[in-house]
């Protein structure tokens, strides 16, 4: 339960907000929060659901619903990190809950300085708080909300009785497709209700240590029940509140399939309007006490699940062990599925008991047999209670026709970085998130001077899944080009797979980086999640037929462009470009010159080139860089200049420091291959005997040999158009260099 402050505190919050409001608010006339957030029925039937008053400040009052200290939203531009809000229910009848009541208050606010902070003694106050309010009518996702004109925004005047929630459906909000209905739904926005009888379908893990769940009513409407407040938020949640009332987060995630008899919270609003396949959650529910959740009966609960080994060898079978409990009842049976053959379907997955291991009353086992070098192997488990319920693991929705599964690639040296960026899941989360693993990677991109400043790696070879962010301790010390050992944390960075690195080292190898080639204006490429594959990956944008890329759209907002073979290309025919900002949502390249607004000059981090605008008169053959995946969208980041080849503009030079690893650096020798770009043939200059492999753009073999004079030519008609690889070999050195093909 939530603790009052104490007493002097509680005193000085009335005092510190009593005094000084400024003049403007003084002489605002009343404005209800009725008034504010009311919408006529036509305009909620025309999918408008703006409230009149958008951008006046107005002055209101209103009861204080939720506590100031309980809100848990990590914001690195607000000053100590944390982005406070709170909840008011109108005066009117008492503070009784009824349409259009509800109001969202951001508890922060601009200084003259133009730093963002935390309004004064906001985390004090108390559910039953009387406020008078001076804010500035805004909109966030279809969302109203009031936000502070200044430090002076919030007065306490007295106190009433904490507000007591509306009754009433998730029908009332949403339908099963869990889009919004306005004109009965939109009455509740930002108001504290109460459902009865719900039934929770899928639970849904994000950024690494966040949760929330989807909950449906008896005729199937769905809510998506959210985690804004410390009520859900995981152990694993540090709190970024300095004022909360403990230091992490202690909710226990439901079980698809626990059926809530009452669930209670504030209604928010992530408008999807009146179309289906935005992206958006319509409305959502968030509880902000622990005593929000009332569970009737639930699943089997499956936790502490383990696999050993993580990563197999041929000769290596697999123990399964995790921890299976009631809330209700007794576990009745349990169940493995597992298959070898990924041409079946989990509902064909050969049977195998898990048994209660020795000496224990909730911890079962089981052992899947060895399998062959290279195979991927799909499980999942089922748990069976005395009711009749059911639960999975991994956790699936209910009603899905199929269960979800986990996996695992048998290999003979350990894992992989495709092995940890693979995945099945729909939300492109990671099979080893929160696992302990060690990889090797080639450096695709460093913290160096002349780089992209951030630490990527990737398989040798390149290809689908073969990259990964790494970030921690100890990653400022290597090159591009560099061969590393690293073992870390794999963690889930709001949608972005990273590895947390404990400890990082030089193999002493070195190799060129393989770029995969990506057609930036191929719907299907781009389709559902199809990038996915390219996340962390050193990426070349490059249309398949050598068509000139240009930059379709100049500014996207948050200093992306997009460039694409099609001029002003729309967003299933174009790739996004970011380039000029280093914050704590933003970590792309200060090395690069083409960026949306010359403002990113200095706004997030000091570029270290002149900034040039992107234009559509700018053209290009390619664009290589990273792929990061950040606020729903995959983006390219360019390292450097370097990686616009063929640009029909001057951009400053760079000098990317280079390694000192290895005896055969990749210029040792003197190799030449023209013409670049080839049609039908290639010419190479290289010593006699030398061998020579030429790889595609996936790091496939496609041609090898040995040269039997000092220039020899290799027939390249029958190749595809696009990039090649054509590694020379002799006497110990080596030298990569790529090959253009363009019929």
């Known amino acids: 339960m939530i603790q009052p402050p104490n007493t002097m505190k509680r005193f000085a919050l009335f005092l510190s907000l009593s005094f000084g409001m400024a003049l403007q608010a003084q002489n605002l006339p009343y404005t209800s929060i009725t008034d504010i957030q009311y919408v006529s029925p036509a305009n909620l039937a025309a999918c408008n659901d703006t409230s ?412 689908p899944w073969s990259g990964i962010w790494c970030v921690g301790s100890g990653i400022t010390q290597f090159f591009r080009e560099e061969e590393v050992q690293v073992s870390g944390t794999v963690e889930e960075y709001y949608g972005m797979t990273r590895l947390n690195v404990s400890s990082i080292s030089k193999t002493g190898n070195r190799q060129l980086p393989v770029a995969s080639v990506v057609n930036p204006s191929d719907s299907a490429e781009k389709y559902g999640y199809a990038w996915e594959k390219w996340e962390g990956c050193y990426v070349r944008l490059q249309d398949p037929a050598q068509q000139t890329l240009v930059i379709a759209q100049t500014n996207l907002g948050y200093g992306d462009y997009a460039v694409s073979s099609i001029p002003n290309a729309g967003y299933w025919n174009r790739a996004l470009v970011l380039a000029g900002r280093q914050s704590a949502t933003a970590f792309s390249s200060l090395y690069v010159q083409l960026v949306t607004d010359p403002i990113y000059d200095t706004l997030d981090g000091m570029m270290e080139v002149t900034p040039i605008v992107v234009s559509d008169t700018m053209s290009m053959t390619a664009v290589e860089g990273i792929c990061f995946y950040g606020f729903s969208n995959f983006r390219v980041m360019p390292r450097n200049n370097d990686d616009f080849i063929g640009i029909n503009v001057s951009l400053d030079t760079t000098n990317l420091p280079q390694s000192t690893v290895g005896i055969s650096h990749p210029d040792a020798l003197n190799i030449r291959a023209y013409p670049n770009p080839a049609n039908d043939y290639l010419l190479v200059e290289a010593p006699q005997g030398a061998n020579y492999q030429v790889h595609d753009a996936l790091g496939r073999p496609l041609t090898s040999g040995q040269s039997t004079s000092e220039r020899f030519r290799l027939n390249t008609s029958a190749w595809a158009p696009g990039s090649y690889l054509l590694k020379v070999v002799h006497q110990g050195q080596q030298q990569v260099i790529r090959i253009i093909l363009a019929h």
């Open 52 to 463: 009149a008053f958008l951008g006046d400040t107005v002055m209101t009052y209103g009861i204080v619903v939720t506590p100031g200290n309980v809100s848990e939203v990590a914001s690195g531009s607000v000053q100590g990190g944390n982005r406070p809000f709170f909840f008011l229910v109108d005066t009117v009848a008492q503070g009784a809950a009824g349409s259009f009541r509800g109001m969202e208050c951001m508890g922060v606010y601009t200084n003259a300085q133009g730093q963002l902070l935390p309004l004064p003694n906001v985390e004090f106050l108390l559910p039953g708080d009387l406020v008078k309010f001076t804010g500035r009518v805004g909109v966030y996702n279809n969302g109203t909300q009031l936000e502070a004109i200044d430090g002076n925004s919030l007065q306490v005047i007295g106190s009433r009785p904490a507000p007591t929630p509306a009754q009433i459906t998730i029908g009332d909000l949403n339908d099963p497709l869990r889009v919004n209905i306005l004109t009965t739904g939109e009455q509740w926005e930002n108001s504290f209700v109460e459902f009865n009888n719900v039934t929770v379908t899928e639970v849904i893990p994000f950024s690494g240590n966040r949760v929330s769940f989807n909950a449906v009513d008896g005729n199937g409407n769905k809510i998506n029940v959210s985690d804004r407040f410390l009520a859900q938020k995981l152990p694993s949640w540090q709190t970024v509140n300095p004022y909360s009332p403990q230091s992490t987060g202690s909710f226990v995630t439901p079980v698809p399939g626990t059926f809530y008899s009452s669930l209670k919270g504030v209604v928010r609003h992530d408008g999807n309007g009146c179309l289906v396949g935005s992206g958006s959650r319509g409305y959502e529910l968030n509880p902000f006490d622990s005593t929000h959740y009332i569970v009737a009966y639930a699943p089997p609960y499956i936790a502490n699940f383990e696999r050993d080994p993580m990563v197999p060898t041929p000769n290596q079978s697999v123990d399964l062990v995790c921890n299976i409990t009631d809330f209700d009842g007794t576990v009745d049976s349990v169940f493995v599925y597992y298959s070898a053959d990924t041409s079946l379907l989990p509902s064909q997955f050969t049977q195998m008991n898990m048994n209660l291991a020795a000496g224990t009353t909730d911890e079962y086992e089981a052992t899947l047999p060895n399998q062959p070098l290279g195979t991927l192997v799909r499980y999942y488990i089922q748990a069976w209670d005395n009711e009749g319920n059911v639960s999975y693991y991994p956790t699936t929705p209910v009603g899905q026709a199929e269960p979800n599964v986990d996996y695992y690639t048998v290999r003979n040296n350990g894992a992989i970085i495709k092995d940890l960026q693979f995945t099945l899941a729909s939300n492109g989360n990671s099979p080893y998130m929160g696992q302990n693993v060690t990889v090797k990677g080639i450096v695709t991109a460093s913290t160096k001077q002349h780089d992209l400043g951030f630490l990527y790696i990737q398989d040798e070879g390149g290809g």
